[in-house]
Nanobody
């Protein structure tokens, strides 16, 4: 079992930055790919970034590419999402999720990820 706890959300003005953290317990993140998802009001949950455990390869959807950076600190068992140049459309609840049996990123279908955090709110004002 993997327990995930997100932190770092908050209110920021457009153009600002936030760094989200996803701290894991119960299992080493060495064995799990970790993805960040977000869910805006009235919309479905969308995957935005993933980092593989096997080779550290990172992936981003186009809407955040060049602005967001995912990274991991295995010593702290934590994955980060550095978010720069934030836009009002980035407003959402952000979740981290871990794969159960794969240490590779293989897309953002929700069923791929067995473990989820509780989410952290990010609000970007214009």
């Amino acid at each position: 079992q993997v327990q995930l706890v997100e932190s770092g959300g908050g209110l920021v003005q457009a153009g600002g930055s936030l760094r989200l953290s996803c701290e894991a317990s119960g299992s080493s993140l060495d064995y799990h790919a970790i993805a960040w998802f977000r869910q805006a009001p009235g919309k479905g949950r969308e995957g935005i970034s993933c980092i593989s455990a096997s080779d550290g390869e990172t992936y981003y959807v186009n809407s955040v590419k060049g602005r967001f950076t995912i990274s991991r600190d295995n010593a702290k068992n934590t994955v980060y999402l550095q978010m720069n140049s934030l836009k009002p459309e980035d407003t959402a609840v952000y979740y981290c999720a871990a794969t159960g049996t794969s240490n590779y990123c293989s897309g953002y279908e929700l069923y791929v990820y067995d473990y989820w955090g509780q989410g952290t709110q990010v609000t970007v004002s214009s």
